[in-house]
């Protein structure tokens, strides 16, 4: 019976281990950073990192010490990245990764997701707070902070698309939306999508939480070694999820590889002009940016369409 | 960070002396309260290196290289000051060429200081995109230096009594060039630092600083200019080739970092401007006038304007061929008490912003102070006496 | 006010090469003035010890091996240099010049920044370690 079980989970154990979560997804996550990076240079007129440095970046990490602090609780210090990344994995089964359908799927997944997803945040704040280094409790604060006011915004103009396409699953939302621009009926909602987006991931202008001139690393400064690199791998996994999530619901869909990594990389183009062009915000400034005009946006986008359904209907 | 935490509102921030905003060592200590600082102090001299007594033990041509390298950004304006301090002191006319030079090679130093520092600048505010940029445009100013001295850094171009290259029209074509690249993107980051409104968030309104605080607290170059003090050495007391070729003030009326942005921008369209005039009207003569290896004994001082502000030297000669006493004041040294006095009241965000508006260069404005105190304070140590105090002190730390 | 003034920068960069170039596969020639490597030319010093005395980072020693006769060698540490060309100018002789094409001089190897300039066999005997009569150095 013993075997049966297991030929039976199989594919499951597959699906978590190896693809598309798993391994696959950590390497489509370095993958993603090195295109952040390089296209981030590329801009700048600078050359950027070669192929293969955030992999080395990692194994480097995963091969040093890790340093337990004095003053931390060393079970949630070991224990918080590796919540984060298993977030970040999890959501992954639920999220149409290279354009296949979703390895599970049921009502409300897209809830889930997205509350997978602020996981790796939420972990990041605890592990900033858990320490008692002054940079890391600024750091964690300001994670904390930021993840208050992007959040209500991001899940709003993930729920758009849901509303339309009348579910709350993601299969049944990408199967809607595939081949409807959505980005085209709902401009607004895009545009708070990505711009939460690069909130969530903290990169630059959202940098604030770990902005290297005033507190160093924020919130993991006192994580090095395998610590780190689980929050670094995270980080590439999140990066994914969210595109794959904006490209499906408000770009056509990704129903193949090939569409998959067309409309993800060109989403991420975007995303890293936005970076080069714009100065970080401090914490404050942030914070006010979204609850003035990111919240309002989506909730105007909102307003239109269910006007727009209620006349159409 | 092994101390307590403390978590009612004197939480205090170290920044340094190791810290990513700092490039060199030195140490704030902030106290905030939530993100609003609401105290300041800062202590200086982890990077002191002894230079003034140094140049004590080398002839008067050995220090123009030891002097230049109290600052690796504004190396030629030391070694300029430090030149007019001694041809003072020994008499000795330098000829007009040589001054002329002198003067062109301190305008493209400030040229490659105020690009690099705009660079530093936005790193600072989480602009990286404007940082990479104008770094790669100070590659041009670098390149040119090059080209004209031989080095891109501490260029020796000074010798006592005058210089020690000429310039040829080769050179100054590239220079022309050089400059007219220069301008044109200096005219765009001008409008990025003035009406980039992201860019704006960060520096408009930050550090205020009123003309009398400016002049009460002593600041001296573009940080006193941008808060409307008219205080530029090469204006109020002309040297060298400034005579024949006058610089004008440049003046900003808000004093927040937005001005000191425009300030310095602008301050670059006065270096080209004397550039070319130079350029165009290199008076012809020799490039040295032979100096005697004795000076004659006497005290001078002199005052130049180095990129960061007014640079003062006091020289003293005992008649032989080494000095008796070389006093140095940088100008960030004057600049420093501005800093813990603007950053309260401001977010924690804004403290390495202010920090980086006045320009700050750690290392050379480290350097001994030594007290006159009535109570039998020694103010000279022996070597031995240092030793003992190092030994003595580390007992008592340690018993 | 304006956001993203930066873009046009941007944009041009996107499908331009970067600024950066690869130093030891694609290097620029260097200026005429640059500072290189220093050269010794022993024909018409005198022996005066200028050199070895302005020199501010004390790479230059000037062995005087007989006076009368012009017998000089001339040591030179290339990683003390701070390639300021003092030496060149204080020389009076014009014995001194700085090359603008040996500027790479790092080395693995010690012996590559002891230099000594001069006739062969005063520089064998001296690298032999063979005593020399009335050895004067300058420093
Ligand atoms: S270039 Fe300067 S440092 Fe080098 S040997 Fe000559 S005087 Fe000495
Ligand atoms: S300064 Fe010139 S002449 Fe004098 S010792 Fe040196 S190389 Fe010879």
Same mark, same amino acid.
């Given at each position: 019976?013993?075997?049966?079980?297991?030929?039976?989970?199989?594919?499951?154990?597959?699906?978590?281990?190896?693809?598309?979560?798993?391994?696959?997804?950590?390497?489509?996550?370095?993958?993603?950073?090195?295109?952040?990076?390089?296209?981030?240079?590329?801009?700048?007129?600078?050359?950027?990192?070669?192929?293969?440095?955030?992999?080395?970046?990692?194994?480097?990490?995963?091969?040093?010490?890790?340093?337990?602090?004095?003053?931390?609780?060393?079970?949630?210090?070991?224990?918080?990245?590796?919540?984060?990344?298993?977030?970040?994995?999890?959501?992954?089964?639920?999220?149409?990764?290279?354009?296949?359908?979703?390895?599970?799927?049921?009502?409300?997944?897209?809830?889930?997701?997205?509350?997978?997803?602020?996981?790796?945040?939420?972990?990041?704040?605890?592990?900033?707070?858990?320490?008692?280094?002054?940079?890391?409790?600024?750091?964690?604060?300001?994670?904390?902070?930021?993840?208050?006011?992007?959040?209500?915004?991001?899940?709003?103009?993930?729920?758009?698309?849901?509303?339309?396409?009348?579910?709350?699953?993601?299969?049944?939302?990408?199967?809607?939306?595939? @081949?409807?621009? &959505?980005?085209?009926?709902?401009? +607004?909602?895009? *545009?708070?999508? =990505?711009? #939460? /987006?690069?909130?969530? $991931?903290?990169?630059?202008?959202?940098?604030?939480?770990?902005?290297?001139?005033?507190?160093?690393?924020?919130?993991?400064?006192?994580?090095?070694?395998?610590?780190?690199?689980?929050?670094?791998?995270?980080?590439?996994?999140?990066?994914?999820?969210?595109?794959?999530?904006?490209?499906?619901?408000?770009?056509?869909?990704?129903? @193949?590889?090939? &569409?998959?990594?067309?409309?993800? +990389?060109?989403? *991420?183009?975007? =995303?890293? #002009? /936005?970076?080069?062009? $714009?100065?970080?915000?401090?914490?404050?400034?942030?914070?006010?940016?979204?609850?003035?005009?990111?919240?309002?946006?989506?909730?105007?986008?909102?307003?239109?369409?269910?006007?727009?359904?209620?006349?159409?209907? | 960070?092994?101390?307590?935490?403390?978590?009612?509102?004197?939480?205090?921030?170290?920044?340094?002396?190791?810290?990513?905003?700092?490039?060199?060592?030195?140490?704030?200590?902030?106290?905030?309260?939530?993100?609003?600082?609401?105290?300041?102090?800062?202590?200086?001299?982890?990077?002191?290196?002894?230079?003034?007594?140094?140049?004590?033990?080398?002839?008067?041509?050995?220090?123009?290289?030891?002097?230049?390298?109290?600052?690796?950004?504004?190396?030629?304006?030391?070694?300029?000051?430090?030149?007019?301090?001694?041809?003072?002191?020994?008499?000795?006319?330098?000829?007009?060429?040589?001054?002329?030079?002198?003067?062109?090679?301190?305008?493209?130093?400030?040229?490659?200081?105020?690009?690099?520092?705009?660079?530093?600048?936005?790193?600072?505010?989480?602009?990286?995109?404007?940082?990479?940029?104008?770094?790669?445009?100070?590659?041009?100013?670098?390149?040119?230096?090059?080209?004209?001295?031989?080095?891109?850094?501490?260029?020796?171009?000074?010798?006592?009594?005058?210089?020690?290259?000429?310039?040829?029209?080769?050179?100054?074509?590239?220079?022309?060039?050089?400059?007219?690249?220069?301008?044109?993107?200096?005219?765009?980051?001008?409008?990025?630092?003035?009406?980039?409104?992201?860019?704006?968030?960060?520096?408009?309104?930050?550090?205020?600083?009123?003309?009398?605080?400016?002049?009460?607290?002593?600041?001296?170059?573009?940080?006193?200019?941008?808060?409307?003090?008219?205080?530029?050495?090469?204006?109020?007391?002309?040297?060298?080739?400034?005579?024949?070729?006058?610089?004008?003030?440049?003046?900003?009326?808000?004093?927040?970092?937005?001005?000191?942005?425009?300030?310095?921008?602008?301050?670059?369209?006065?270096?080209?401007?004397?550039?070319?005039?130079?350029?165009?009207?290199?008076?012809?003569?020799?490039?040295?006038?032979?100096?005697?290896?004795?000076?004659?004994?006497?005290?001078?001082?002199?005052?130049?304007?180095?990129?960061?502000?007014?640079?003062?030297?006091?020289?003293?000669?005992?008649?032989?061929?080494?000095?008796?006493?070389?006093?140095?004041?940088?100008?960030?040294?004057?600049?420093?008490?501005?800093?813990?006095?603007?950053?309260?009241?401001?977010?924690?965000?804004?403290?390495?912003?202010?920090?980086?508006?006045?320009?700050?260069?750690?290392?050379?404005?480290?350097?001994?102070?030594?007290?006159?105190?009535?109570?039998?304070?020694?103010?000279?140590?022996?070597?031995?006496?240092?030793?003992?105090?190092?030994?003595?002190?580390?007992?008592?730390?340690?018993? | 006010?304006?956001?993203?003034?930066?873009?046009?920068?941007?944009?041009?960069?996107?499908?331009?090469?970067?600024?950066?170039?690869?130093?030891?596969?694609?290097?620029?020639?260097?200026?005429?003035?640059?500072?290189?490597?220093?050269?010794?030319?022993?024909?018409?010093?005198?022996?005066?010890?200028?050199?070895?005395?302005?020199?501010?980072?004390?790479?230059?020693?000037?062995?005087?091996?007989?006076?009368?006769?012009?017998?000089?060698?001339?040591?030179?540490?290339?990683?003390?240099?701070?390639?300021?060309?003092?030496?060149?100018?204080?020389?009076?002789?014009?014995?001194?010049?700085?090359?603008?094409?040996?500027?790479?001089?790092?080395?693995?190897?010690?012996?590559?920044?002891?230099?000594?300039?001069?006739?062969?066999?005063?520089?064998?005997?001296?690298?032999?370690?063979?005593?020399?009569?009335?050895?004067?150095?300058?420093?």
């Amino acid at each position: 019976m013993g075997s049966t079980t297991i030929m039976n989970n199989i594919p499951n154990l597959v699906a978590l281990l190896i693809f598309p979560a798993g391994l696959f997804l950590l390497l489509c996550g370095l993958f993603y950073e090195w295109a952040d990076r390089k296209l981030l240079a590329q801009l700048q007129n600078r050359i950027g990192p070669r192929w293969f440095q955030p992999l080395a970046d990692i194994i480097k990490l995963l091969a040093k010490e890790e340093v337990i602090p004095d003053g931390v609780n060393p079970t949630l210090f070991i224990g918080l990245p590796i919540i984060a990344l298993a977030g970040g994995l999890t959501a992954a089964l639920y999220v149409p990764i290279v354009g296949l359908l979703p390895s599970y799927g049921l009502p409300g997944d897209l809830i889930i997701t997205i509350y997978l997803l602020s996981l790796l945040t939420l972990c990041l704040g605890l592990a900033g707070s858990n320490t008692l280094d002054r940079f890391s409790l600024v750091g964690a604060t300001r994670t904390l902070t930021q993840l208050f006011s992007y959040e209500a915004p991001f899940m709003l103009a993930l729920l758009g698309p849901a509303f339309v396409a009348r579910s709350w699953q993601i299969s049944v939302i990408t199967t809607f939306t595939n @081949n409807r621009w &959505l980005i085209l009926s709902q401009p +607004l909602g895009f *545009l708070v999508a =990505v711009i #939460a /987006l690069m909130g969530k $991931l903290e990169l630059p202008p959202f940098d604030a939480p770990e902005a290297e001139t005033e507190i160093v690393a924020g919130a993991l400064t006192e994580y090095s070694g395998r610590g780190l690199a689980l929050f670094r791998l995270g980080k590439g996994v999140a990066l994914v999820i969210g595109l794959t999530l904006i490209a499906s619901f408000y770009l056509g869909g990704v129903t @193949n590889p090939f &569409l998959f990594f067309v409309k993800t +990389l060109t989403l *991420l183009l975007v =995303v890293v #002009a /936005l970076q080069a062009l $714009l100065t970080r915000l401090r914490i404050d400034q942030t914070v006010g940016l979204w609850w003035r005009y990111g919240t309002l946006l989506v909730l105007a986008q909102w307003l239109v369409t269910i006007v727009w359904h209620g006349v159409a209907t | 960070m092994m101390e307590k935490k403390i978590m009612d509102e004197t939480f205090t921030v170290p920044i340094g002396p190791q810290h990513p905003a700092l490039k060199e060592p030195s140490h704030f200590r902030i106290t905030v309260d939530g993100e609003i600082v609401t105290n300041a102090v800062v202590r200086l001299g982890y990077a002191h290196r002894g230079i003034e007594k140094a140049v004590e033990g080398r002839n008067w041509i050995q220090n123009l290289y030891m002097l230049e390298r109290i600052c690796g950004i504004c190396s030629h304006i030391h070694a300029t000051a430090y030149c007019l301090g001694v041809e003072q002191l020994a008499g000795v006319e330098v000829p007009p060429r040589a001054q002329a030079i002198r003067v062109l090679t301190a305008e493209l130093e400030r040229i490659h200081s105020h690009f690099l520092w705009v660079g530093v600048a936005a790193h600072e505010a989480g602009f990286d995109t404007l940082f990479m940029y104008i770094w790669r445009d100070r590659e041009t100013v670098m390149d040119l230096l090059e080209t004209l001295s031989g080095n891109r850094v501490n260029y020796s171009v000074n010798i006592l009594g005058g210089v020690k290259f000429d310039i040829n029209e080769e050179q100054a074509d590239a220079i022309r060039k050089g400059l007219d690249y220069l301008e044109e993107r200096t005219n765009h980051y001008l409008d990025v630092v003035s009406n980039d409104a992201m860019f704006l968030q960060r520096t408009s309104g930050i550090g205020v600083m009123t003309r009398n605080q400016a002049e009460v607290l002593g600041t001296v170059g573009p940080t006193a200019r941008a808060s409307n003090v008219a205080r530029d050495v090469r204006v109020e007391a002309p040297y060298g080739a400034y005579f024949d070729y006058p610089a004008n003030i440049v003046l900003e009326e808000r004093g927040d970092l937005t001005a000191r942005f425009v300030v310095r921008i602008k301050e670059l369209f006065e270096s080209y401007r004397l550039i070319r005039l130079i350029l165009d009207t290199l008076p012809s003569g020799d490039l040295e006038t032979r100096m005697p290896r004795r000076i004659k004994e006497g005290e001078t001082v002199c005052r130049v304007e180095a990129p960061r502000g007014e640079l003062f030297y006091f020289i003293k000669s005992n008649g032989t061929d080494m000095p008796e006493r070389i006093k140095i004041r940088t100008p960030t040294i004057c600049n420093m008490t501005s800093v813990v006095k603007l950053v309260i009241g401001h977010q924690l965000a804004d403290v390495p912003m202010i920090l980086v508006g006045i320009d700050p260069c750690f290392s050379c404005n480290d350097r001994m102070v030594i007290l006159d105190r009535s109570d039998g304070y020694k103010q000279q140590w022996t070597w031995e006496a240092l030793r003992q105090h190092g030994i003595d002190y580390y007992h008592e730390q340690h018993s | 006010m304006k956001i993203g003034i930066m873009i046009s920068d941007i944009s041009n960069s996107l499908f331009r090469r970067p600024i950066t170039e690869l130093y030891p596969f694609e290097r620029r020639e260097t200026p005429e003035s640059l500072r290189g490597m220093l050269h010794w030319n022993s024909e018409n010093c005198t022996g005066c010890g200028l050199c070895a005395k302005d020199c501010p980072a004390n790479a230059i020693d000037l062995i005087v091996l007989d006076k009368k006769a012009k017998r000089f060698v001339l040591s030179y540490h290339p990683d003390r240099c701070t390639f300021c060309a003092q030496c060149v100018h204080s020389c009076r002789q014009g014995c001194l010049e700085m090359s603008n094409e040996e500027w790479e001089l790092a080395s693995l190897d010690k012996d590559q920044f002891h230099v000594l300039y001069g006739v062969k066999e005063d520089v064998e005997n001296i690298l032999a370690g063979s005593p020399l009569p009335d050895v004067d150095r300058i420093e």
